[in-house]
């Protein structure tokens, strides 16, 4: 784990406790931060950036189809 600025060595290994508790406990937080940590070294603004599902995707679109769909209907059945 790299070092942490602002933090002492002790909560720097409370902090590391943590990220080890949960790792054990949560596998897809685990999955996350690995790949968060992947990316630590890298300087782009992809860093920071989440990453979406395929099926998020299509979630959102669905709705928006849908406000959509409806959004017209209304308009049209007030004339």
Do not use: K
């Not at 990453?51 to 406000?67: C, K, P, R, S, T």
């Amino acid at each position: 784990m790299s070092t942490v600025d602002g933090l002492s060595p002790h909560e720097q290994l409370i902090l590391a406790e943590i990220e080890l508790e949960l790792r054990h406990t949560e596998a897809r937080l685990a999955s996350r931060l690995s790949a968060f940590n992947a990316r630590v070294g890298e300087d782009n603004p992809q860093r920071f950036a989440s990453q979406v599902g395929n099926w998020e995707v299509v979630a959102v679109l669905g709705m928006v189809l849908l406000i959509s769909a409806l959004a017209t209907l209304l308009v049209l059945s007030c004339r």
